[in-house]
């Protein structure tokens, strides 16, 4: 078991859960906005005026920005839920050492500690970056 004990693991395993929930709901929320946004027929101009469309676009331009987000939370959570029943949660996947309790409160479901994250970070550009 990890050095973190029982008690903290369940707090941050009970984190994951309602940012796990949070995320579910914002992708459903979503979902029905879509589904709201007449896109085409004889009702869509008196609906959404001329004004609005670009709104509607980036609105769901954003939205699916925002689904991306919460689905890659949701893959995160999972992988950490399965890290805690590896009995391996709170250990940095690169290192070894202990993640401290202090970086998994604010991110419940960091794989690395953090200077092992920072090297990562710099090592792996980032795919939006144009760092030619």
Not at 33 to 52: E, M, Y
Not at 104 to 117: E, H, I
């Amino acid at each position: 078991m990890s050095e973190l004990g029982t008690a903290r693991i369940l707090e941050l395993a009970a984190l994951m859960d309602r940012r796990f929930a949070r995320a579910v709901a914002e992708i459903r929320r979503g979902i029905e906005l879509v589904q709201r946004v007449p896109v085409d027929g004889p009702a869509a101009p008196s609906l959404i005026g001329a004004a609005d469309d670009a709104m509607v676009v980036c609105a769901i331009a954003g939205n699916d920005a925002a689904v991306q987000r919460d689905l890659k939370e949701m893959r995160d959570i999972l992988a950490a839920r399965a890290r805690i029943r590896a009995g391996v949660y709170g250990r940095c996947i690169d290192c070894g050492d202990a993640i401290a309790y202090r970086r998994l409160l604010a991110y419940p479901t960091a794989k690395r500690c953090l200077a092992c994250q920072r090297a990562h970070e710099v090592a792996t550009p980032r795919a939006d970056c144009d760092a030619h």
